[in-house]
């Protein structure tokens, strides 16, 4: 019953994904196989992470949730393959790449894996700063909350369970996202869905800052012909304009708002920028969390073998406790 209800689903969503519209160049200096050879060195044990074929996960690749000028925004959404649950917690997963590089494709076999766990995922693209400079990809992250709020019946979505997941830049992003949820400062101005909020009720942040402020990401700005990831996304450096580096930090919004968060790290401390002040405050509202530090771990451990099961693992208990669900498909 379910694949013929998706069959339907994809008639009536294949028009908006065969919509002639021009696409904007990427940069590929992130990608999975680039970042292979940088780290195969010191990590001999690493291994790509692909994605996978499975009867327990229907795909729908390239579902258009925005357009916007001579562009179209995509996400790829893959739902459990069973007829008896037609209302799943839903995890919204957003890509690593220094706010420049990078694409949804990352996230792929981990959204299959956690499809298998009975959630629905999606993972999503949004204009990086090589296209249009910040906050143009928050409100392409927040749009794409509110397209899968609008269209829950059609993809099955319980909409009072949605979690936000991102990895390093995209955990940035993810983070801004769940801190802000209850406010309107970040919304697109030109919603297309205005009667939904953007508000999520779990956070799970992958090696990601949460202050933009810290020197980590703040004082890389030593050479004007080389900037850094944080002045390419701002168009201007932190002392230029420390104002729009401080309005992106996820820890300026933490409060008793905040939902149950979850960090992954990895073994390098200066992608743990503001994350003990956010636990803090955190602890100080009782709201639930959790911290993992894998050790000995490259940046982007989540996308390599043998990491990426334990990335999973701590993934899937994490929202199995915060959802109350017991068991996957």
């Known amino acids: 019953m379910l694949k013929l209800k998706t069959y339907f689903l994809v008639l009536l969503i294949a028009p908006l994904m065969a919509m002639a519209q021009n696409e904007f160049p990427q940069d590929t200096s992130f990608a999975v196989y680039s970042t292979f050879q940088k780290i195969k060195k010191d990590f001999p044990q690493a291994r790509p992470v692909k994605p996978f074929a499975s009867e327990k996960v229907l795909s729908l690749p390239d579902q258009v949730y925005r357009v916007r000028e001579n562009r179209l925004l995509r996400m790829d959404v893959f739902l459990p393959n069973n007829s008896d649950k037609t209302c799943r917690p839903v995890v919204m997963m957003i890509h690593g790449g220094g706010w420049r590089s990078g694409n949804k494709s990352h996230l792929v076999p981990l959204a299959q894996k956690l499809a298998i766990d009975g959630y629905v995922t999606a993972t999503v693209g949004q204009r990086l700063s090589i296209e249009a400079l910040y906050p143009a990809a928050v409100h392409d992250l927040k749009e794409a909350i509110r397209f899968l709020k609008h269209n829950s019946q059609l993809y099955g979505i319980d909409t009072t369970r949605i979690a936000v997941l991102g990895c390093s830049s995209g955990a940035t992003m993810a983070s801004l996202l769940a801190t802000t949820g209850h406010l309107t400062t970040f919304d697109d101005p030109a919603s297309l869905y205005p009667a939904h909020t953007a508000r999520v009720q779990a956070l799970i942040n992958i090696d990601g800052v949460v202050d933009f402020t810290d020197p980590n ?11 850094s990831a944080g002045a390419m996304f701002f168009g201007a450096t932190y002392n230029e304009k420390p104002e729009l580096w401080k309005d992106a930090s996820a820890i300026n919004y933490v409060d008793k708002n905040t939902p149950p968060t979850l960090y992954i ?16 405050i955190l602890n100080a509202n009782n709201i639930y969390n959790e911290v993992h530090e894998i050790p000995d771990t490259p940046h982007p451990f989540w ?11 701590y993934i899937r208990d994490f929202l199995n406790t915060i959802f109350n669900k017991t068991k996957g498909l």
């Not at 996308?303 to 693992?313: A, K, N, R, S």
């Open 265 to 280: 790290n990895s073994a390098l401390p200066r992608f743990h920028a503001g994350r003990d002040s956010l636990l803090s």
């Open 303 to 313: 996308l390599f073998h043998p990491w990426f099961d334990e990335t999973h693992g």
């Open 217 to 227: 990401e703040s004082a890389k700005d030593t050479n004007p012909d080389k900037p």
